[in-house]
């Protein structure tokens, strides 16, 4: 699979431009605030139905415009297909295949499997539980519908208690037949999450190790860990337990969306003893952990955008991060830098096809 071009009207800085790309390797490079990142998001928008960057749709239109239009011409299974993201001020946003809209913007996720690799990933190490989680659902997500379904569930299931507890609050009553309907589907759909993850996590982490290997070429040991009081508890028991504290909060403090992963280097956590060096070597493994994943899955190569990848790791280690998803079968990769030397140096020695966009 490959996207052979993409048509952007009106999303971010760009009025109207086309791209016509390589089915290999594609480097977008120019000064910074010209658009090189904005055309890798419209590739990121094109497979999720939402910008890596920006998920507020406003705001990634043009601010002369009422509107935005992306729309991508790709191969797929000896197939070429169309994919058409719009938006338009104060409207829901639509997502077309061959000119059919989804009814449910869930159903297009997978269909064109990609990773991002950018400087935003430090978030993963320095922010909270929310950001590691979403991480593991969108991996998880790109290959097996069931989770997805159950994830969204799980969701408006979560936020249908949380109304209930503060109803509770505001009404000074308690109905526990009530609640007890929302925790015993709360339970279902978590255990389900739960036990998806446990089995991904068991599947992704020694592919993670093997690229940290890789990558780093040293010798400290990393290492993930899921964090989730499932472990000991059913949800069902936790939620018993925390109800009163979920009656004072007004929220629900227990189940899966309370999950998390701990990243630690030589035992302790990386977000506070790893170097700079050693934490974008842990991202980077990360993320190409999650590309060899969901190309195993889906049979397939995603789509790999490097933003800034230059800014994390210096040009050695661009290239054989380049020459390491080459010798699994290299699929299509967009590059972002400020150098075009730097970038064509680096594309040329991984002996595939090329293409540098000027922006």
Do not use: W
Not at 162 to 167: C, R
Not at 235 to 241: M, N, P, S
Not at 274 to 296: C, E, R, Y
Not at 330 to 338: R, V
Request: hydrophobic share 40%; charged share 25%.
């Amino acid at each position: 699979m490959f996207i052979k071009s993409l048509s952007l009207v009106n999303y971010k800085n760009f009025d109207s431009i086309l791209f016509n790309f390589d089915a290999k390797i594609n480097c977008l490079v120019g000064h910074n605030g010209v658009g090189k990142t904005n055309v890798l998001d419209s590739i990121y928008h094109l497979s999720f139905g939402k910008s890596y960057f920006n998920p507020i749709t406003s705001q990634n239109i043009n601010h002369n415009a009422d509107f935005f239009v992306i729309e991508g011409i790709l191969e797929k299974n000896d197939r070429e297909e169309q994919i058409l993201v719009s938006a338009r001020r104060g409207q829901k946003k639509m997502i077309k295949r061959n000119n059919k809209a989804y009814e449910k913007f869930s159903e297009h996720i997978g269909f064109i499997p990609s990773v991002i690799i950018s400087p935003g990933d430090r978030d993963l190490i320095l922010e909270g539980s929310d950001t590691r989680r979403k991480f593991i659902d969108g991996v998880i997500s790109q290959s097996d519908r069931d989770y997805l379904n159950s994830l969204i569930q799980y969701q408006k299931i979560l936020a249908q208690r949380n109304a209930l507890l503060k109803f509770f609050a505001a009404n000074s009553k308690f109905d526990r037949d009530t609640l007890e309907i929302y925790n015993i589907q709360m339970s279902a759909l978590g255990n389900i999450l739960f036990e998806k993850r446990t089995a991904f996590l068991n599947e992704f982490i020694p592919i993670f190790d093997k690229r940290y290997t890789e990558i780093a070429n040293n010798k400290e040991q990393v290492s993930i860990e899921y964090k989730s009081r499932l472990f000991e508890k059913s949800i069902l028991e936790l939620l018993e337990e925390n109800l009163q504290k979920d009656m004072i909060l007004q929220y629900t403090g227990v189940g899966v969306h309370k999950d998390d992963l701990s990243f630690e280097i030589d035992g302790h956590p990386i977000k506070k003893f790893g170097s700079q060096g050693q934490q974008k070597s842990f991202l980077i493994a990360l993320k190409l952990a999650q590309f060899d994943f969901i190309k195993n899955i889906s049979k397939g190569n995603p789509i790999l955008l490097l933003d800034d990848i230059f800014d994390k790791l210096d040009e050695q280690r661009v290239a054989h991060i380049v020459a390491l998803v080459a010798e699994t079968g290299l699929g299509q990769i967009f590059i972002s830098d400020t150098h075009a030397e730097r970038t064509e140096k680096v594309v040329k020695e991984s002996n595939q096809s090329y293409k540098i966009f000027k922006l």
